[in-house]
């Protein structure tokens, strides 16, 4: 897939737990867990905006394009 979620790496330089996020997020640990790992096919602009309101950080902080190879 093109579109990468960097959400640990940002994690990891706050040094928030996932629990701890999830918790100030409003989102289950499940769906947050999904996120991070790079399962999610969706995520809403309101999660968006609470994630970087909780990590401080912007949108393209936890999202990145990268395009597929097309060999």
Known sequence: MAIIINLDVIMAMRKKSLTELAGEVDIT?????ILKNNKAKAIRFSTLEAICRALNCQPGDIIQYTPDDES
């Open 29 to 33: 640990l499940a769906n947050l867990s």
